[in-house]
């Protein structure tokens, strides 16, 4: 099983990223994906989370109404779309994957991915 993270990088306050996840080796449309940051020094959390159809997500009062979570099952991907990011966005972003509906917890993952880099300038 793969969860290969990317489109991480450095963008300045205000500024946006989109995250992508492509997911190898299970049946992908049986698993409910998140997307988790961990900042240095801090616990992983979660910032979104999409169920298997995509008609489910969930986000943290944090993020609510500047990211979104999306799937495409054919394509076994998910996507994180971050807008107006803040200094205090910047962590690594781990995709993850559970074989069970929302919602997620960083106890609760059968598989992760290994993390991309979103760094925020003021």
């Known amino acids: 099983v793969q969860l290969q993270a990317s489109g991480g990088g450095l963008v300045q306050a205000g500024g946006s990223l989109r995250l992508s996840c492509a997911v190898s080796g299970v049946d992908f449309s049986d698993y409910a994906m998140g997307w988790f940051r961990q900042a240095p020094g801090k616990e992983r959390v979660i910032v979104a989370a999409i169920g298997w159809s995509g008609g489910s997500t969930y986000y943290p009062d944090s993020v609510r109404g500047r990211f979104t979570v999306s799937r495409d099952n054919a394509k076994n991907m998910v996507y994180l779309s971050m807008n107006s990011l803040k200094p205090e966005d910047t962590a690594v972003y781990y995709c993850?994957?559970?074989?069970?509906?929302?919602?997620?917890?960083?106890?609760?993952?059968?598989?992760w991915g290994k993390g991309t880099q979103v760094t925020v300038s003021s």
């Open positions: 993850a994957a559970r074989q069970a509906t929302l919602p997620l917890t960083v106890n609760g993952i059968d598989y």
